[in-house]
Nanobody
Framework: QVQLVESGGGLVQAGGSLGLSCAAS????????MGWYRQGPGKQRELVAA???????NYADSVKGRFTISSGNAKNPVYLQMNSLKPEDTGVYYC?????????WGQGTQVTVSS
């Protein structure tokens, strides 16, 4: 069972930047889709950004132009660069990898943006 661990979260002022990483306990050599999700206080978990095996990216309207998702290597499969952060970006951020035979989630990393 592959385990994913996110890192890079923290407290940042509005307008600042953070970079999130997702590390895998075992090498992931292929995937169909990788994504970052977030769950804000009192909100449902939502998709923030995703990248397909073919390299197509998709972003939530609220983060377009500010966030960038990128794929990495087999042990660190996906990253999320977050710029121009806003208080409404606050939440727990989760990475997800869909391999076609199993979906893997991380345990989440907290991002707090102060105004």
């Amino acid at each position: 069972q592959v385990q994913l661990v996110e890192s890079g979260g923290g407290l940042v002022q509005a307008g600042g930047s953070l970079g999130l990483s997702c590390a895998a306990s075992e090498s992931i050599f292929s995937f169909n889709l990788m994504g970052w999700y977030r769950q804000g206080p009192g909100k449902q978990r939502e998709l923030v950004a995703a990248v397909t095996r073919g390299g197509t990216t998709n972003y939530a309207d609220s983060v377009k132009g500010r966030f960038t998702i990128s794929s990495g290597n087999a042990k660190n499969p996906v990253y999320l660069q977050m710029n121009s952060l806003k208080p409404e970006d606050t939440g727990v951020y989760y990475c997800k990898v869909e391999t076609g035979y199993a979906d893997y989630w991380g345990q989440g990393t907290q991002v707090t943006v102060s105004s």
